[in-house]
T-cell receptor
Framework: GAGVSQTPSNKVTEKGKYVELRCDPISGHTALYWYRQSLGQGPEFLIYFQGTGAADDSGLPNDRFFAVRPEGSVSTLKIQRTERGDSAVYLC??????????????FGPGTRLTVL | DAKTTQPPSMDCAEGRAANLPCNHSTISGNEYVYWYRQIHSQGPQYIIHGLKNNETNEMASLIITEDRKSSTLILPHATLRDTAVYYCIVRVPGSSNTGKLIFGQGTTLQVKP
């Protein structure tokens, strides 16, 4: 079946601009996660959704970062006033909360964000 | 979540078994061991997980020591496509916590022809 998809695959923006990154989880997965991966590092947790609500946003670095999941499926990560330090690969993962693969996270290919 | 320790890099000859170790000496009784890998420029890929019994699937085998303080991921016949960074993660799955994965540096496995 279809996996997690993320758009765009690459995004280049200028410092100070606003960007939106989209994640389409696997159909039926109620849990959704955003991670950020800097060059040479492992992914770092940003935020977790259970359904429509953000159950844990402790990884968001500051208030320029915000994420929504209004209908409990697609999620959008929003970054305001981008800074060069925001440049990274932004990964999305989803997981089921019932069934045989319960709580196993499946990742999308990521969006590579470059802030000039 | 417990911390894990992995060697930064390993080499393996194509066709041979790749054995990737992981130490998790502070693992608690309800924490599972998960393995993911990340091939260059792709998102992490789930491989396998286990609690205390050895596990096998179509990708790999997971051997967990009896005291659960360490584990080994085994790729029985490594191919060039198995070249990747392998992450060992311990966590408690379930709705009682966020289930977020805490990634370390992982082991870079280089499979050589």
């Amino acid at each position: 079946g279809a996996g997690v998809s993320q758009t765009p695959s690459n995004k280049v923006t200028e410092k100070g601009k606003y960007v939106e990154l989209r994640c389409d989880p696997i159909s039926g997965h109620t849990a959704l996660y955003w991670y950020r991966q800097s060059l040479g590092q492992g992914p770092e947790f940003l935020i977790y959704f259970q359904g429509t609500g953000a159950a844990d946003d402790s990884g968001l670095p500051n208030d320029r970062f915000f994420a929504v999941r209004p209908e409990g499926s697609v999620s959008t990560l929003k970054i305001q006033r981008t800074e060069r330090g925001d440049s990274a690969v932004y990964l999305c993962a989803s997981s089921p909360t019932s069934g045989g693969a319960i709580y196993t996270q499946y990742f999308g290919p990521g969006t590579r964000l470059t802030v000039l | 979540d417990a911390k894990t320790t992995q060697p930064p890099s390993m080499d393996c000859a194509e066709g041979r078994a790749a054995n990737l170790p992981c130490n998790h000496s502070t693992i608690s009784g309800n924490e599972y061991v998960y393995w993911y890998r990340q091939i260059h420029s792709q998102g992490p890929q789930y491989i396998i997980h286990g609690l205390k019994n050895n596990e096998t699937n179509e990708m790999a085998s997971l051997i967990i020591t009896e005291d659960r303080k360490s584990s080994t991921l085994i790729l029985p016949h490594a191919t060039l496509r198995d070249t990747a960074v392998y992450y060992c993660i311990v966590r408690v799955p379930g709705s009682s916590n966020t289930g977020k994965l805490i990634f370390g540096q992982g082991t870079t496995l280089q499979v050589k022809p």
